[in-house]
């Protein structure tokens, strides 16, 4: 499978937009105050660019990715004016997979009226493809950040109150999807799907729930949702300082159709937000690989499928326990620990520095985050963590 990143050249000059913005001023030394004012500048802008190239596809309800395109249906529960605190998204996933197109767009049919929030935008794609992982292909990463950017735009959805879930096939892809972007989720949940190779690392700050006709034995459905239950309260346990929230159901008398007791994940998933600034990160990369999650990232040289980077950060500390690439991207801000005060970085158990980091305005080297859809507030220190292949010594450099 390729790895490129599928962005339109319009996409890009969204990006290249919102930054003329506040790149002259990059290289300054910033205030916390200074900072937040030309951050809130920066997303304005964006939002403003996001809105004119975004309106038609919205408007048409097809976004397009490349050759893929992603016909959606989406209706308004609750409220008709915009909340307070913003709209919710929920993002939801039909089943099908592999098989004839009429039976997917039944499927999609189905998924519309499957579940009712009481509050929020009810989203409902149909899948750019008609085979067995068709929701959780490289495409899809464009599709979901496009979907979030434009309800926040022109729907007034609160990023931080975006929920995902998916059955039978959008089961499976919420095995991949859940953990392969749960820095964009406040929940997820997966009913009747298939894990495939599905890692739950990933899963550290996203409230994840598993629903599970006991019956449904085709391909080991029932027997392969107890184990990743299991997995999931081994991760937590193994945490210890409350990662990992999950919640399972798996109900003894239903086979692939649970009877709609599964609509109990909208309410659950509802008490959630997505937590923006964890003060830990597991990230193991996927098959698709990504440049960035959460507050880390990488370059583009040094993205492997399998690597794991574990991260904490504790007061004014930043240490790394686990990190299987070269160059290891971080980025940090107010709300993760002092940046006034000099911070101390730790690899295993060596002290690599304590020092002073400068804030810096958004710019295109320096962001962490490079999707041109993107509304998360940037950070104003981006460390570059370097370890030698032949030393094993490790240094630090701010971007």
């Not at 951050?39 to 050759?67: D, I, P, V």
Request: glycine share 8%.
């Amino acid at each position: 499978m390729q790895t490129k990143t599928l962005l339109s050249l319009s996409a890009w000059g969204v990006l290249a937009g919102a930054m003329a913005l506040v790149s002259c001023s990059s290289e300054a030394s910033l205030s916390r105050s200074e900072f937040d004012t030309l951050s809130a500048q920066f997303l304005n802008e964006r939002k403003a660019q996001l809105a004119q190239s975004l309106a038609q596809e919205w408007n048409a309800h097809e976004w397009t990715n490349g050759e893929y395109r992603m016909k959606f249906w989406d209706t308004i529960y609750g409220p008709t004016e915009v909340p307070a605190g913003g709209r919710s998204l929920y993002i939801s996933l039909h089943g099908g997979g592999g098989a004839p197109a009429e039976v997917n767009d039944q499927q999609w049919e189905n998924q519309k009226v499957l579940y009712t929030p009481a509050e929020g935008l009810y989203f409902v794609p149909r899948s750019p493809t008609d085979t067995w992982n068709m929701w959780h292909q490289e495409y899809m990463d464009e599709f979901l950040r496009k979907t979030i950017a434009a309800a926040v735009v022109f729907e007034g959805v609160n990023p931080d109150k975006v929920y995902i879930l998916g059955y039978s096939a959008g089961g499976d892809g919420l095995y991949q999807m859940a953990p392969r972007m749960a820095d964009h989720w406040a929940a997820a949940s997966m009913m009747a799907g298939h894990p495939g190779d599905a890692r739950m690392e990933s899963l550290r700050n996203l409230p994840f729930a598993i629903y599970m006709g006991g019956q449904d034995a085709a391909y080991d459905r029932n027997l392969l949702a107890q184990k990743y239950s299991s997995i999931l309260d081994s991760l937590a346990t193994a945490d210890g300082k409350g990662g990992y929230i999950h919640d399972t159901h798996i109900y003894d008398d239903c086979g692939h159709w649970m009877l709609r007791r599964d609509t109990i994940a909208i309410p659950w998933m509802a008490q959630y937000t997505r937590n923006v600034s964890p003060k830990r990160v597991v990230w193991v990369q996927d098959d698709v690989l990504r440049n960035n999650f959460y507050w880390l990232g990488v370059p583009d040289e040094a993205r492997k499928q399998g690597a794991t980077v574990a991260v904490e950060i504790d007061g004014q500390t930043l240490r790394i326990d686990t990190c299987d690439v070269p160059v290891l991207l971080v980025g940090l801000n107010d709300d993760l620990l002092n940046l006034d005060e000099p911070v101390t970085v730790v690899m295993g158990d060596q002290t690599i520095t304590t020092e002073r980091f400068t804030r810096k305005a958004p710019s295109a080297a320096q962001l962490l985050n490079p999707s041109p859809y993107s509304l998360d507030t940037p950070y104003p220190v981006v460390l570059q963590i370097t370890q030698d292949a032949q030393t094993g010594a490790v240094t630090v450099k701010e971007r």
